[in-house]
């Protein structure tokens, strides 16, 4: 996701645009992306369309509508958020290891990383608890609106708003 | 449920109520309750109906027992239907709760559910869970006006709990019957068998229908130890429910049937919360209590 830059010693790239040339590979995950509150100690394919059956529940909290759904032998309660506007998120695999395998060639350190998947919305789940604004899956979102107020470049029409308070603001 | 619409002219009359259980003890389906009610007036001639302990008639004559006692005026009857799901998430949850409390909730619903419609409830005859004396003092704080009658084996000392067994009973076995998954996964059958744990039909079903992530259909009581043997090298799944079960030692008083999926097959794993989620550790407060993490190296 956008944001923060890793300052770490080595580079690597990330392709996010390769899905826009080449959009047969880019598959739409949209209402796909569950965000779960275990930890599955697998990867890989897995029926999930036929085991995990979010049902909505009616009921709304925060002006967030509450789904329900089953897994392992718990009571989950979940919604749907859209990702802000100018947001997307993305399914990012390494480029060129060797498929599958990638696990045990820990040895070219240089990571490329292209986009397996793009989605616009991630259904995020408690166990008991209902969803709510709260919550730090979506809390971390307040992080956007900070990194935009500390990096976005101030514009001439910034610096003339903030130097003429009382204006109102040309859109 | 049972029966509807308008009051008997006997309802304002002293009655009697009697209540049982079916399926507490399968790994798999609805855990019922019934009960059945009827003025204390009509105590004799309930004896002469040929009510036993539903576990001792055969499948045919029960159904032949509900059906008539359906049709009799002078008996109502009522059914709680707890769904697997129910069961296993209530058992699961961060504060479990367990089969017995589960049982009694139950059984409490019926009472207030009658009492409700307008039935003048006074003796309920009620086949234990758990301590008789401890049950029976529960129920009478609840529900002061009405004698509680609770033993073991009520269902076969009692006709109004016989009736209320072969209520539950017929219920339960219909539930089943007609299942409808949840899933929509193939070569799914309902040779269920009976469900409890012994049956060798309920243990092929089982073994046909697991799956390494996701258990099983919902119709199965994760709650149930039973499941242990079923999960040897499956996916394991940790809960954050679970960490703090550790945390506090396993003071909880909690049935021995009572066992957490993800520890099964998986002896001695230990869990680390980073295995859950990120921490934020160590960066200022607006990051940790979102819980974002710098991540440099993936």
């Known amino acids: 996701m956008n944001g923060e830059n890793a300052s770490s010693a080595e580079t690597g790239t990330i392709d996010l645009n390769g899905v826009k040339s080449s959009s047969s590979t880019a ?3 949209t209402d796909q992306i569950h965000q779960l509150p275990c930890c599955i100690k697998y990867t890989g394919p897995s029926p999930v369309s ?11 909290v925060d002006g967030l509508s509450v789904k329900e759904a089953h897994f392992r032998g718990r009571k989950l309660q979940g919604t749907t958020f859209s990702l802000p506007d100018g947001y997307s998120g993305f399914v990012i695999g390494r480029k060129k290891a060797a498929k599958r395998k990638a696990s045990d060639s820990n040895g070219g350190m240089t990571a490329s990383w292209q986009t397996n998947a793009k989605f616009q919305n991630i259904t995020l789940w408690n166990h008991d608890n209902l969803p709510s604004k709260e919550d730090a899956f979506l809390r971390a979102f307040h992080w956007f609106d900070v990194a935009k107020a500390l990096h976005k470049p101030v ?3 910034d610096m003339e708003s903030a130097s003429n308070p009382g204006a109102t603001p040309t859109d | 449920m049972g029966s509807d619409g308008e009051l008997p002219e006997w309802a304002s009359t002293p009655c009697i109520m009697g209540i049982d259980e079916a399926g507490r003890g399968p790994v798999l389906g609805p855990m019922v309750y019934g009960c059945l009610y009827c003025p204390i007036s009509y105590k004799k001639t309930l004896s002469t109906l040929e009510f036993a302990d539903s576990k001792t008639l055969k499948e045919e004559k029960r159904e032949e027992l509900f059906e008539s006692l359906k049709t009799d005026a002078t008996i109502g009857w009522a059914v709680d239907v ?4 129910v069961l296993s998430a209530k058992m699961l949850q961060k504060n479990k709760i367990n089969l017995n409390e589960i049982s009694h909730e139950s059984a409490m619903g019926l009472v207030k559910r009658v009492l409700d419609m307008g039935y003048l409830l006074t003796e309920v005859y009620v086949d234990t869970v758990g301590d008789a004396d401890k049950y029976r003092i529960k129920l009478t704080e609840r ?20 009736g209320a067994s072969i209520v539950a009973k017929v219920t339960r076995d219909r539930a089943l019957q ?21 049956d060798p039909n309920t243990k092929s079903w089982l073994e046909q229908h697991k799956h390494s992530v996701f258990g099983f259909p919902s119709l199965v009581r994760f709650s149930w130890g039973t499941c242990d043997s079923y999960f040897k090298g499956g996916v394991e799944v940790l809960w954050e429910a679970d960490e703090a079960d550790d945390d506090e030692g396993s003071s909880r008083k909690t049935s021995k049937r009572q066992s957490k999926l993800s520890n099964l097959g998986f002896t001695g794993m230990k869990r680390k919360s980073e295995d859950i989620e990120s921490s934020g550790k160590g960066r200022c407060k607006f990051f940790q209590s979102r819980k974002l993490e710098q991540l440099s190296d993936f």
Do not use: Q
């Open chain 2, 143 to 162: 529900f002061p006006s009405i004698k509680f009658v609770v033993a073991k084996k009520a269902d076969s000392l009692y006709p109004v709990v016989s």
């Open chain 2, 82 to 85: 707890i769904d697997p799901r």
């Open chain 1, 27 to 29: 598959v739409d995950l």
């Open chain 1, 50 to 60: 036929h085991y995990f059956k979010p049902k909505s529940t009616g009921v709304e």
């Open chain 1, 155 to 157: 514009t001439v029409d």
């Open chain 2, 178 to 198: 007609n299942w409808n998954f949840d899933e929509t996964s193939e070569d799914m059958h309902r040779n269920f068998g009976s469900g409890y744990p012994g």
